[in-house]
């Protein structure tokens, strides 16, 4: 099969492959899609508000809580939200959450920012970016 079939196949609506990466995800462990999943589409924020759960441990759309809120914070510069005592890492970082840089983050906060003070992160590039698309969303 030709590499443009298979993409067609994977990322296509209804198609076949990609029920079946869907199948095996539902049956996989919550947020986590196969280890086998196909490479990251843009990115599902209906998918990311199940992933953003994960999140809630600690962080919430509108209040501070163990992190700092998240609405608006795609564009939003690092370290901004005042009142929130972030760590002199990341205040210091000049970083802006483009999707890019986020994607970094949730990979190893620590990575892209030593001394950071978020101790999660997810492995898995199509959680990454279907929280991305989600927090997109939260303006
Ligand atoms: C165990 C707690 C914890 C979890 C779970 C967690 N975070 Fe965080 N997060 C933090 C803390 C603490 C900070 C502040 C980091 C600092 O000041 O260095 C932070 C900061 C952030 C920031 C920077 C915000 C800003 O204003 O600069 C982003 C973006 C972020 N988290 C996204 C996420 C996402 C998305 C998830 C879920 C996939 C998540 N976090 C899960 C604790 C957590």
Redesign the pocket.
């Known amino acids: 099969m030709k590499q443009d079939q298979l993409i067609t196949l994977r990322c296509g609506p209804l198609a076949v492959a990609g029920a079946i990466v869907t199948a095996v995800a539902a049956l996989a462990a919550a947020s986590v899609y196969a280890a086998t999943a196909s490479p990251p589409h843009p990115g599902d924020p209906v998918r990311g508000k199940t992933?953003?759960q994960?999140?809630m441990?600690?962080?919430s759309l509108d209040e501070d809580d163990?992190?700092?809120h998240?609405r608006g914070?795609v564009g939003?510069t690092?370290?901004?939200?005042s009142g929130y005592a972030?760590?002199p890492?990341?205040k210091n970082s000049h970083i802006v959450?483009d999707r890019a840089n986020?994607d970094r983050?949730?990979t190893s906060p620590q990575g892209l920012?030593p001394g950071?003070?978020?101790?999660?992160a997810?492995p898995n590039p199509q959680d990454r970016a279907d929280?991305i698309a989600y927090?997109a969303e939260q303006r």
């Open positions: 992933v953003y994960g999140c441990g600690c962080h163990v992190g700092p998240h914070v939003r690092a370290g901004s939200v972030y760590s890492a990341l959450w986020l983050w949730l920012v950071a003070k978020m101790f999660f997810l929280v927090l």
